[in-house]
């Protein structure tokens, strides 16, 4: 045989065997076991994501509480002062800009995480039960949703550091953010079922302490929670594993794609400029059948954001598997070298995430500007079709955040970095559209979001892969 019959072989069984090795260590990433039986620490993964499932659960029903309920409460039924409501809205979120602080102690003092996520838990609890019934003093109320916030950002932060921990590959990343949103989104079910049996007459108060005190009941499984959650070891598992958070955290060092990335994740949440006095609104416009008739459908748009993470997550490792296979199949074509083959797989993949985001933000601010116009019957479709998307898009930037966070010793306070984009958009819009409100048709506040939101995909055009 020639030496060129030779070299074509020898070449077409190196690359035959550099694809089927990045198989063997995918199957390895994804199922984390031995030949027939599972490891120590995979038993603690899934004690774990039982733990958050129970814990995002009862945030969530809290949280559909605050979002759904809460306004429609204080604007409709109590009917305060939307001036100074906004005022207090400005000290109430501005705990949580506390993320990044909380993320820095937790990565520097994480001895003590588990006690403090329990007593936070309690706090938790507690503080939205002196808020909700506090209602008709705004200063009252105030204080306790701002110790509501708190603790919950404290929670949420000690389960980041969890979550990132865990995460030590593309797959796991993206199957722990999907468990964990569609536990949250179960909870999110409660109010709605809780409103229908409890609430005849929206106008009623003692309905409504009824209504508040039976969520304050179904989120005690917080507790619960908290006491199944167990440490992760702190040693690398194996070098397979290491050389996937490698994968994963080359180039992340790049200030400016941190920068583009929080203004884009900022300018996307711009949605909470209506947010606040949407449900009121719904309540104004199509009277009280409408909001019951939304109140109701709030479980099918559950659903669907649920949908939305499990088509973004199919989608992403789709996607992830055919970077895979690019790169085995042209290693030797492109003259990759080992070293260089971390990075490519980096750059490829952080390439695929802000393509998905761009084209879901794209699709998004069309669904926003279209709401504007649109009767009920529209308005709950969009509702429905934007949380899909939504899912998917928020998949993808969380997905993203956690990929620049693995890079450097503080990885939670760097998450919680970017996190904070989200407080900003809390403490900015939220006032803002609730102080608006009082005067400006919601419908135009709406649109201005959609413009705020189109301007999000300007900084994704300079994110550099």
Do not use: H
Not at 13 to 18: G, P, S, V
Not at 204 to 233: D, K, M, Y
Not at 391 to 416: A, D, E, P, R
């Amino acid at each position: 045989m020639s030496r060129v019959g030779k070299f074509k072989m020898l070449n077409n069984k190196n690359r035959a065997t550099a694809k089927e090795s990045l198989k063997i260590s995918e199957l390895k990433y994804k199922w984390n076991i031995g030949p027939f039986k599972k490891s120590k620490k995979e038993s603690v993964r899934r004690l774990n994501y039982f733990g958050f499932f129970l814990l995002y659960f009862a945030i969530s029903v809290i949280r559909i509480y605050l979002v759904v309920y809460l306004p429609v409460f204080l604007l409709n039924v109590l009917n305060v002062n939307r001036s100074e409501l906004a005022f207090i809205q400005i000290f109430i979120y501005l705990v949580m800009f506390s993320g990044p602080i909380l993320g820095y102690l937790f990565d520097r003092y994480s001895k003590n995480k588990k006690l403090i996520i329990i007593s936070s838990s309690i706090l938790f609890l507690a503080s939205f039960l002196f808020s909700v019934f506090g209602g008709r003093n705004l200063g009252v109320f105030g204080l306790f949703l701002a110790i509501n916030l708190l603790s919950q950002e404290i929670v949420k932060v000690g389960i980041s550091k969890m979550i990132i921990d865990l995460s030590i590959n593309e797959g796991l990343k993206d199957s722990s953010l999907t468990a964990i949103n569609i536990s949250s989104n179960i909870g999110s079910f409660i109010p709605s079922v809780v409103f229908l049996f409890t609430v005849n007459d929206i106008f009623n108060v003692n309905q409504w302490n009824g209504f508040f005190f039976i969520g304050f009941l179904s989120s005690l499984p917080i507790i619960l929670s908290t006491v199944l959650l167990r440490e992760t070891a702190k040693k690398p598992e194996k070098k397979l594993e290491q050389c996937e958070r490698d994968i994963i955290s080359l180039g992340g060092n790049n200030n400016l794609n941190l920068f583009l990335l929080f203004l884009s994740y900022l300018l996307i949440w711009s949605d909470k400029l209506y947010q606040f006095p949407f449900s009121s609104w719904i309540l104004t416009r199509f009277g009280e059948q409408g909001f019951k008739i939304y109140s109701l459908l709030y479980i099918v748009l559950i659903l669907l954001n649920i949908g939305g993470w499990i088509i973004g997550q199919r989608i992403s490792n789709k996607e992830n598997n055919r970077i895979n296979n690019i790169v085995a199949e042209n290693r030797y074509k492109l003259d990759i070298k080992n070293d260089n083959q971390n990075e490519v797989l980096y750059a490829l993949k952080l390439s695929n995430r802000k393509k998905i985001i761009a084209i879901t933000v794209g699709l998004y601010v069309v669904l926003t500007f279209l709401m504007a116009i649109s009767d009920f019957l529209f308005l709950m479709i969009i509702q429905g079709i934007i949380q899909v998307i939504a899912g998917v898009m928020m998949l993808n930037y969380t997905s993203l955040m956690i990929t620049i966070s693995n890079n450097g010793k503080y990885k939670t306070f760097l998450f919680q970095c970017l996190k904070l984009a989200y407080a900003f958009s809390c403490v900015i819009f939220i006032p803002l559209g609730t102080y608006f409100s009082a005067f400006v048709p919601i419908e135009t506040l709406i649109l201005i979001a959609g413009v705020l939101s189109t301007l999000a995909l300007v900084p994704l055009l300079f994110l550099s892969t």
